[in-house]
């Protein structure tokens, strides 16, 4: 025997739970480098994302972003193309656009000298 069922009170949890659900999005971007001066420049768009709700994490050989406006996750996850001096890495959030530079690390900062016997 089939059930009967409130379809008011279905409705309003449905549409309590569509509030929580993001689209999660991967968001356009470009990014280029110059071997020859050790720049690395990228630009990822996440246009209506507020300032506040943009993070990004680096480490020596990739970046992570995460930022979120309503309904919407913005996920990205690339590997810098050589390891970066993560100290010389800026960031710069205008109009929706990210601009994120650094240079790239000198292979040989932790090189250790050897003395020829």
Known sequence: MAEAKD?????????????????????????????ETGEYHARVELPGVPKENVKLRVLPDLFDLRATREHTQYLLTEYFPYDMDVNSIEAKYEHGLLTIKGKFKDPLDSAVEISLK
């Open 7 to 35: 379809t008011k009170t279905d409705l309003a949890v449905t549409k309590e739970k569509s509030e929580e659900i993001y689209w999660r999005i991967r968001p356009y971007y470009s990014s280029d480098f110059d071997s």
